[in-house]
């Protein structure tokens, strides 16, 4: 009685047997092979990028750690040089203030000089003025010309005797 697949012949199953074997022995020598070095050449591959991005990724931050450097030098070049213009602008701002002063202090010493000139010129025209008019006067009153009194030290010597009256009782201003 033979009921199938369930009881198979001996013949069959030596076939079906030795087909499994070669099929076995193939797939062991030639295909297992070549899919382990497959296999091998996608782990070397996969961990070759990996490798490549794990150097790239250092690189990357060596890079960034260099940059981080550079900003932080720059940064301090630019503070250092922000320094320098600040007291170059104080030196500058303190020199034009010296050079101002000086030439303010020269302006007055020129005005003042010049002030003082011109008052002793005010008083010797004024002198002279008053000697013109002090002989005129005196030649009214007499009722002659006094010109030869013009160059005489009789009128200067008056006109100091009323100065240092006028003198020793103040000037107003």
């Given at each position: 009685m033979n009921i199938g697949p369930l009881e198979p012949k001996v013949p069959d199953l030596i076939v079906a047997v030795l087909c499994f074997a070669l099929v076995f022995v193939l797939f062991a020598k030639v295909l297992l092979p070549r899919l382990g070095r497959v296999l091998a050449e996608r782990t070397d591959a996969i961990e070759g990028t990996i490798e490549r991005?794990?150097?790239t990724r250092l690189?990357?931050?060596r890079l960034h750690?260099?940059?981080k450097s550079e900003l932080?030098?720059?940064r301090r070049e630019l503070a250092h040089l922000r320094q320098e213009a600040l007291e170059q602008g104080a030196a500058i701002i303190a020199a034009a203030r010296e050079e101002g002063a000086r030439q303010r202090d020269a302006l007055i010493a020129g005005a003042q000089a010049q002030l003082e000139v011109d008052r002793t010129l005010a008083a010797a025209e004024l002198t002279e003025g008053v000697r013109?008019?002090?002989i005129e006067l005196a030649g009214r009153i007499v009722g002659e010309p006094l010109d030869e009194f013009a160059s005489s030290d009789v009128?200067?010597?008056c006109l100091e005797e009323l100065t240092t009256q006028f003198s020793?009782?103040?000037t107003p201003g």
């Open positions: 991005a794990e150097e690189k990357a931050e750690d260099k940059y932080a030098e720059a013109h008019i002090a009128v200067d010597r020793s009782r103040g």
